[in-house]
């Protein structure tokens, strides 16, 4: 799969709901395609339009290094694919 950081970085999941904490991800580094709101410990990426639809928030979600994270809400759509927001999963 192609991965791609082009376009805008997206909005921070969390400032979406918070007008008024409205900031933007950076990049992850050494990490194409997925974005990063150190603030939040929250990660995005682009996923396919296909699979996104049927990723509902609290699915699991494989992370960019191989751990299990879990899914939470849709961003925007880009050209390729539509930006789903993730995190860690919790430990207990
Ligand atoms: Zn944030």
Redesign the pocket.
Known sequence: MEHQTSGPNPL?E??KTHQRDR?RMRPLDDVPGVWV?S??D?FATVVEKERAEAIERGDPFPMHDGTLGVASRHGDERPNGIVIYYRAAAND
């Open positions: 921070c969390v400032g900031h709101c603030k939040h929250l």
